[in-house]
T-cell receptor
Framework: SAVISQKPSRDICQRGTSLTIQCQVDSQVTMMFWYRQQPGQSLTLIATANQGSEATYESGFVIDKFPISRPNLTFSTLTVSNMSPEDSSIYLC???????FGSGTRLTVV | GQQLNQSPQSMFIQEGEDVSMNCTSSSIFNTWLWYKQDPGEGPVLLIALYKAGELTSNGRLTAQFGITRKDSFLNISASIPSDVGIYFCAGRITQGGSEKLVFGKGTKLTVNP
């Protein structure tokens, strides 16, 4: 299975700023998935990113708030824009139809 | 939308005991997955189930895909301290031409030595 490197592993950010999270895969994958895990909660799919096309967002998530890039078959970024304390969560990328997850980015917004 | 009801929410057991947790839904899924998440890490896939009625083992772990395709259970036998963590079930559905996973809320397992 693929190996995912996700950065940063954690960050503390000021409200109103933006953070870009990177996800690097050691093999080419067609689809990459971005999830949010709020404190003590389960995982919720934010969007699916295919190389060469716009990401597909789930209900409740919009591109202006969570812009995604997918420049090639091994890399993707998720930006959390104009952050508020409610955005404090763990953000995870996933490949292999959900079989493999990165270690996550723990974001705290103050 | 689809929802998974995972129970119990938490369990406190003694080392050596067996554990059982389950997920149910009003929706039909074509795949059931079970994950374990350790603190500070992403979920790690334990078992994947693809057919209704399928029973699959992975070491001390056994999981089954319910006949109705609306439920699944995970059993852990002879628990050890490293089994501590949060266990998630997930069901895969095809929606709008693409596949997506729906996750349960997790079962937090504590094993007392």
């Amino acid at each position: 299975s693929a190996v995912i490197s996700q950065k940063p592993s954690r960050d503390i950010c000021q409200r109103g700023t933006s953070l870009t999270i990177q996800c690097q895969v050691d093999s080419q994958v067609t689809m990459m998935f971005w999830y949010r895990q709020q404190p003590g909660q389960s995982l919720t799919l934010i969007a699916t990113a295919n190389q060469g096309s716009e990401a597909t967002y789930e209900s409740g998530f919009v591109i202006d708030k969570f812009p995604i890039s997918r420049p090639n078959l091994t890399f993707s970024t998720l930006t959390v824009s104009n952050m508020s304390p409610e955005d404090s969560s763990i953000y995870l990328c996933s490949v292999d139809s959900g079989y493999t997850f990165g270690s996550g980015t723990r974001l705290t917004v103050v | 939308g689809q929802q998974l009801n995972q129970s119990p929410q938490s369990m406190f057991i003694q080392e050596g005991e067996d554990v059982s947790m389950n997920c149910t839904s009003s929706s039909i899924f074509n795949t059931w997955l079970w994950y374990k998440q350790d603190p500070g890490e992403g979920p790690v896939l334990l078992i994947a189930l693809y057919k209704a009625g399928e029973l699959t083992s992975n070491g001390r772990l056994t999981a089954q895909f319910g006949i109705t395709r609306k439920d699944s259970f995970l059993n852990i036998s002879a628990s050890i301290p490293s089994d501590v963590g949060i266990y998630f079930c997930a069901g895969r559905i095809t929606q709008g031409g693409s596949e997506k996973l729906v996750f349960g809320k997790g079962t937090k397992l504590t094993v007392n030595p």
